[in-house]
Nanobody
Framework: QVQLVESGGGSVQAGGSLRLSCKASRYSRVSNCMGWFRQAPGKEREGVAAIYTGGDNTYYADSVAGRFTISQDHAKDMTYLQMNNLKPEDSAMYYC????????????????????????WGQGTLVTVSS
């Protein structure tokens, strides 16, 4: 089973940037979608960005499009999220996730599936943006 470990969270001022990293261990290359989700206190988990592992198709939530960029490095089993022009409303715990392709076959609808029990999840990394 794939295990995911995130890093790169922290505290920044509004307008700043952070880069999150996700390392997949025991990478079986079963998942065809990797993504980032976030959850703020008192709110539901929401999809932020996803990438198709078989190519370079990327998908973004409207709230982050144009500011965030998801990318991958297959050789290193890494998935990244570059976050620019951060806003206080971006503050949340950010989770790396891998889909179950037997059930969630395409990345765009998977990104909208929220706290999906079929996903493999990392432990999360905290992002705090101050105004």
């Amino acid at each position: 089973q794939v295990q995911l470990v995130e890093s790169g969270g922290g505290s920044v001022q509004a307008g700043g940037s952070l880069r999150l990293s996700c390392k997949a261990s025991r990478y079986s290359r079963v998942s065809n979608c990797m993504g980032w989700f976030r959850q703020a206190p008192g709110k539901e988990r929401e999809g932020v960005a996803a990438i198709y592992t078989g190519g370079d198709n990327t998908y973004y939530a409207d709230s982050v499009a144009g500011r965030f960029t998801i990318s991958q490095d297959h050789a290193k089993d890494m998935t990244y999220l570059q976050m620019n022009n951060l806003k206080p409303e971006d503050s949340a715990m950010y989770y790396c996730a891998a889909n179950d392709p037997k059930v969630d076959k395409t990345c765009r609808p998977w990104l909208g599936s929220g706290d999906n029990v079929r996903n493999t999840w990392g432990q999360g990394t905290l992002v705090t943006v101050s105004s």
